[in-house]
């Protein structure tokens, strides 16, 4: 019993996992903030060009 809990307190793989996850989580947030943000942009300069076209 002694073996088997040594063992699963050395075993750091699923703290890896847990890191990974989050870092991946971490990019899909800035992803889609610079994508909101950008697509902003994009409408308000459409919106512009259309006005202007009018």
Do not use: H, W
């Not at 703290?15 to 994009?42: F, K, N, R």
């Amino acid at each position: 019993m002694n073996k088997f809990l040594s063992r699963f307190l050395k075993d750091e793989s699923g703290a890896t996992a847990i890191e990974y996850g989050l870092i991946a989580a971490g990019i899909a947030v800035a992803i889609i903030v610079v994508v909101g943000s950008v697509g902003d942009q994009l409408v308000t300069n459409f919106e512009s060009v259309e006005s202007g076209l009018q």
